[in-house]
């Protein structure tokens, strides 16, 4: 049987190319071919940083596993980086759109607030999800702009759309003034806590969806319940 070889390689042959001609700069495919292309390329991506590691793979083997051409994988996403980048904000998509899409104003904050936390949960808790984020802190140690990609265009950029959703919600006068940034880094660890870590660790089954909506009802109650009664 072939030996694998270790993660922590990380040789001339797993590096992608930074192309540097203006060429090269990712752009969003306008067809529908291109869509589909694009999203085949993050589809084989994902893959196959699930099975080998993310330093272990290279834009050759991404091109290879979903077909097309280098040129395809330069032009959509610029080179590896990018293509890391697009597919986590790809998966925080469902998650930004909670607090973004059109009509969550006209919810009260409550069922604004529960169907974040329980879209959220789900999300991270799926074997996929838990599979990437153990690789982004196996990996981050030798490169730190992984964990950098994977925070801005994942976990970051939810926490900035429930930042904004909240600050709206301030100006309206529904919730007491604070910093909307700060508060909402508060919720979203109270909504994953010890959950999302037992998970991690593989310690415990993956909760049910009524064991998810309970918890974050609870934290939901908790949150809004706390920052009424300190503007009282």
């Known amino acids: 049987m072939a030996t694998r070889p270790s993660r922590h ?3 001339e042959a797993t590096a992608s190319p930074m192309p540097s001609t203006d060429a090269h700069r990712p752009l969003t495919p306008t067809t529908e ?3 589909k292309r694009r999203d085949a390329l993050m589809d084989a991506a994902q893959k196959l940083f699930l ?3 993310y330093g272990q793979v290279s834009v050759n083997d991404i091109v290879a596993e979903a077909g097309g051409s280098l040129s395809t994988l330069y032009r959509h996403f610029g080179n590896k980086e990018g293509l890391f ?3 986590i904000e790809r998966r ?3 998650l930004y759109e909670a607090l973004s899409a059109e009509g969550v104003d006209g919810l009260s904050i409550e069922e604004a607030l529960q169907r974040l936390g329980v879209t959220l949960l789900i999300k991270v808790t799926d074997c996929e999800t838990l599979g990437i984020y153990r690789e982004v802190v196996a990996e981050s140690p030798r490169q730190p702009e992984l964990g950098q990609l994977f925070y801005a265009a994942g976990p970051g950029r939810v ?3 429930l ?3 909240l600050e709206r919600q301030m100006r309206a006068g529904r919730l007491p003034q604070g910093d909307a940034v700060e508060l909402a880094g508060i919720f979203l660890g109270s909504v994953l806590g010890e959950l999302h870590l037992t998970q991690l660790l593989q310690l415990e089954s993956p909760p049910s969806q009524a064991a998810i909506e309970q918890r974050v009802a609870c934290c939901v109650s908790l949150f809004v319940g706390g920052l009424r009664y300190a503007e009282a």
């Open 51 to 53: 099975e080998r590691g």
């Open 9 to 11: 390689t990380f040789t």
């Open 159 to 161: 926490r900035q759309a």
């Open 92 to 94: 925080s998509h469902y």
């Open 33 to 35: 071919r291109g869509l």
């Open 85 to 87: 980048q697009a597919m």
């Open 163 to 165: 930042a904004t959703y």
